[in-house]
């Protein structure tokens, strides 16, 4: 069985600074593992995703991640927190036998100006 | 990717009716999948929508409480049944696509449903 842990349910960074999400997921197969944010009142929206590609994954918006195996963690980063980033987000899961998602209790983000 | 139309968008009903979920997909998927998203919380998954056959149930979820229908690959709906206001949640429908090697997800805009 597949599921994630997100380490903090809050962060708050100041506009400028580096975001660190912390994600760590257990998965009996090789994972496929994701980012997701969800602004107040939005649909989610894809940031990035490991596919046993390469290890440090880029995705929108200055957004990055790294897998560690060894670790089993994949924490996403960000070098410089813009208001905008201010929202919820969700690490997943998905172990590609059965390619169902198992979600992470989710991060809030807040910027402060 | 695929381009997933859900609705409707949000609802408010009153407890004991049900509310019907309809999630209609630009192209043809194999995977379909059911999600809750109650207030402040993270997303569950509820069932997978199998396409021809009885859906697959997550723990926790039944068949009674919240019955799928897959006529098709493009189509699914799920209907909340004798609702309570403890159903109040987002109610999102995904789609598993291949992509080259690896696997997308699309997730719908969402259901807001509001039981009173």
């Known amino acids: 069985a597949q599921s994630v842990t997100q380490l903090d349910s809050h962060v708050s960074v100041s506009e400028g600074t580096p975001v660190l999400l912390r994600c760590n997921y257990s998965s009996s197969y090789s994972p496929s593992l994701f980012w997701y944010v969800q602004h107040p009142n939005k649909g989610l929206q894809l940031l990035l995703k490991y596919t046993s590609a390469a290890t440090l994954v880029k995705g929108i918006n200055g957004f990055e991640a790294e897998f560690k195996k060894s670790e089993t963690s994949f924490h996403l980063t960000k070098p410089s927190a813009h208001m905008s980033d201010a929202a919820e987000y969700f690490c997943v899961v998905s172990d590609r036998g059965d390619y169902k998602l198992s979600f992470g209790a989710g991060t809030t983000v807040t910027v402060r100006a | 990717s695929a381009v997933i139309s859900q609705k409707p968008s949000r609802d408010i009903c009153q407890r004991g009716t049900s509310l019907t979920i309809q999630c209609q997909v630009d192209?043809?998927?194999?995977?379909m999948f059911w999600y809750r998203q109650q207030p402040g919380q993270s997303l569950t998954l509820i069932a997978t929508a199998n396409q021809g056959s009885e859906a697959t149930y997550e723990s926790g979820f039944v068949i009674d409480k919240f019955p799928i229908s897959r006529p098709n690959l493009t189509f699914s709906t799920l209907t909340v049944s004798n609702m309570s206001p403890e159903d109040s949640s987002i109610y999102l429908c995904?789609?598993?696509?291949?992509?080259?090697?690896?696997?997308?997800?699309?997730f719908g805009s969402g259901t807001r449903l509001t039981v009173v």
């Open positions: 995904s789609v598993a696509e291949a992509l080259l090697a690896n696997y997308g997800y699309t």
């Open positions: 192209s043809q998927v194999t995977m």
